[in-house]
């Protein structure tokens, strides 16, 4: 794969893997000297090449599914705007997560580690993408990424962003945000019920017409179900592809609050087949009434045309400066799993002991022993990992990146059932129900954002698993985290551990705070 698609002077162009929108374009010094956005948005293949790449899918459980067949392409999608000073590039791919490792590489290889330039890259969180994490495998444990893959991933991220970097010309700032009724189309699988329906848009518009669209959902893209076996981007893909039909510019999705968990409200049941045949066969071979490909194409076009319709009505903001900053954090390993599978948690990561110092790498196998053998594991041997939280500010409107899936009434609330939807806030039939009492109280992080048009996005730039409310982390604190606590509690298992999300919140408010 080229490191950087050609640029051209086309309204649309083309070259290889790439797509890039927009029209007659200026180098920096050629940009008049006044207060305006100058934007470019696009696309790169990342679909994975099946007879030279060996993929796993991400997603369910602790065991990969090798692919059999691609139904829809992956892509990285960009848009990438300046103010003239600074210049911020955002990115999304169709992928289940991305680590900061991969980040800072690409990062690295850009030269964007100034105080002038940041990559912001986020998953959709695609349940029928390629393991980029290493956490799916053959076995458990098996690290599941092919080194190809992610290499030709971080290859496509760089080439787009310099590609669209060269493409940059003035555009104005469109935003909207509807509060979209979840029924039929999200739902809430653990108490309380809580789901987040502000669905924000961002469009920078040049004088021909869009030119990139921001779309920010909360709800996992795993329409699909742990069944499939085809590579696909799931909704987010029939979303964007609807965008980028309908206005000809490059679309851009985020994920927001998914954990909780918010998943798909499907309308018809059914998982999909198993094939393990070639790509061409894959759609014969899966029966209508079991192809929720149809589901998924549903879910995203509904979400893609309440965005547009909102901004058909949207509001031109002023041109502004684009700023941004990140702030490092270190949060502890206190998942017992992630324990005992630490060599697992180093990859993608840097790793430090209780006082900062880097992590020597025999730690990663005498840990584990030690935390299965001698339980518990002593505070003073705990393993911490590095991440980041970001903001970023395009004049009045905010992106908030926290590296994993935030419950949603932690960013917005809902304890008292005002984003319940009818649904009862408390399942009668919840044997544990969560201690209401001991929730946190407002304001919450979307309040405390003081935005209009605020993003909060996750997992951006990293991925640490579901942050939890501390009042309702109920996984036993033993070495396999079991017994299994009654009632909705599979989130824990994929949560770095209790005392992370304090820590994120932390920084995330540091970095709000004026």
């Given amino acids: ?59 369910y459980g602790a065991k990969g599914r090798r692919a059999g067949g691609v139904h829809d392409p992956l892509y ?66 098996i690290n599941g990424t092919d080194a190809r893959y992610r290499r030709r991933v971080r290859e496509a991220i760089a080439g787009l962003v310099r590609t669209l970097s060269l493409r940059l010309e003035e555009a104005d700032l469109v935003a909207a945000r509807v509060e979209l009724d979840p029924k039929g189309l999200c739902r809430d699988t653990r108490d309380p019920i809580v789901i987040d329906p502000e669905l924000p848009a961002l469009q920078f518009r040049s004088k021909k017409g869009p030119i990139g669209t921001i779309i920010r959902w909360s709800c996992h893209p795993e329409v699909m179900g742990p069944k499939n076996l085809a590579v696909s981007a799931d909704y987010p893909g029939a979303l964007c ?64 045309d309440a965005a547009l319709k909102a901004l058909k009505k949207g509001e031109k903001l002023p041109a502004g400066k684009v700023l941004f900053r990140s702030m490092l954090v270190r949060v502890p390993v206190e998942n017992s799993r992630y324990l005992l599978f630490l060599r697992a948690m180093a990859f993608g990561h840097k790793m430090f002991d209780a006082e900062g110092s880097p992590l020597p790498r025999r730690r990663l196998w005498t840990l584990p022993l030690r935390h299965l053998l001698f339980f518990p594991l002593p505070e003073r041997l705990r393993p911490w990992i590095e991440s980041e939280v970001s903001l970023i500010k395009l004049g009045e409107a905010s992106i908030l990146g926290i590296p994993g899936e935030l419950f949603p009434e932690l960013a917005i609330g809902g304890y008292g059932g005002e ?6 806030l408390i399942r009668p039939s919840n044997p544990n129900p969560p201690k ?3 929730a946190p109280k407002g304001p919450f992080l979307r309040q405390k954002l003081r935005s209009k048009y605020g993003l909060i996005v996750g997992p951006a730039n990293d991925e640490l698993g579901y942050i939890v409310p501390e009042y309702d982390f109920q996984a036993a604190r033993t070495r396999f985290m079991l017994p299994k606590p009654q009632g909705t509690h599979y989130e824990e298992t994929n949560s770095i551990g209790p005392r992370a999300t304090a820590i994120i919140l932390r920084a995330a408010q540091a970095l709000i705070s004026p």
Wanted: hydrophobic share 40%.
């Fill in 1 to 59: 794969m080229p490191a950087l698609c050609l640029a051209a002077v086309l309204a649309v162009v083309s070259i290889g893997p790439c797509r890039v929108y927009g029209g007659e374009a200026f180098g920096p010094a050629e940009r008049p000297k006044k207060r305006a956005f100058y934007a470019a948005a696009g696309k790169a293949d990342i679909t994975p090449d099946l007879e030279r790449e060996r993929i796993y899918l991400a997603g």
């Fill in 76 to 141: 990285a999608r960009a848009v990438v705007v300046s103010d003239n000073e600074r210049t911020a590039a955002l990115v999304a791919i169709d992928g289940i997560g991305i680590f900061r490792d991969d980040v800072e590489a690409i990062r690295a290889g850009l030269g964007w580690q100034g105080n002038d330039r940041y990559l912001f890259v986020s998953a959709t969180h695609d349940h029928s993408a390629p393991d980029m994490l290493g956490l799916w495998g053959p076995m458990p444990g």
């Fill in 241 to 304: 592809s609807k965008v980028e039909k309908e206005t000809g510019g490059a679309c851009v999705f985020f994920s927001g609050a998914v954990g909780g968990l918010l998943s798909p409200e499907k309308l018809r049941s059914g998982g999909l087949a198993a094939p393990k045949t070639s790509e061409a066969a894959l759609p014969r071979l899966i029966p209508r009434s079991e192809d929720q490909f149809d589901e998924a194409r549903r879910i995203g076009e509904s979400v893609a």
């Fill in 419 to 424: 984003y319940a939807f009818g649904r009862p």
């Fill in 436 to 438: 209401l009492a001991q």
